[in-house]
């Protein structure tokens, strides 16, 4: 496989991957990056706790 080859499937993939929009019908971007947010805050709390020096 060349390199023009590569370029034009990729090309051809992402051109297709346009038309779906690529968001899923259940995705809510509040609730998504709500659910990270308190994800990472928990594994803080966790490794704050485990990181005691005194």
């Given amino acids: ?4 080859s590569a370029a034009a499937q990729l090309v051809t ?3 297709e ?3 779906h929009g690529g968001n899923h ?4 971007p ?3 990056g709500g659910g990270a947010l308190f ?5 803080l709390w966790i490794t704050t706790r485990f990181n005691r020096d005194r």
Avoid: D, K, P, W
């Fill in 1 to 4: 496989m060349s390199f023009h």
């Fill in 13 to 15: 993939l992402a051109a």
């Fill in 17 to 19: 991957g346009e038309q």
């Fill in 25 to 28: 019908n259940s995705l809510n």
């Fill in 30 to 32: 509040a609730v998504t």
């Fill in 39 to 43: 994800i990472l805050l928990l594994l």
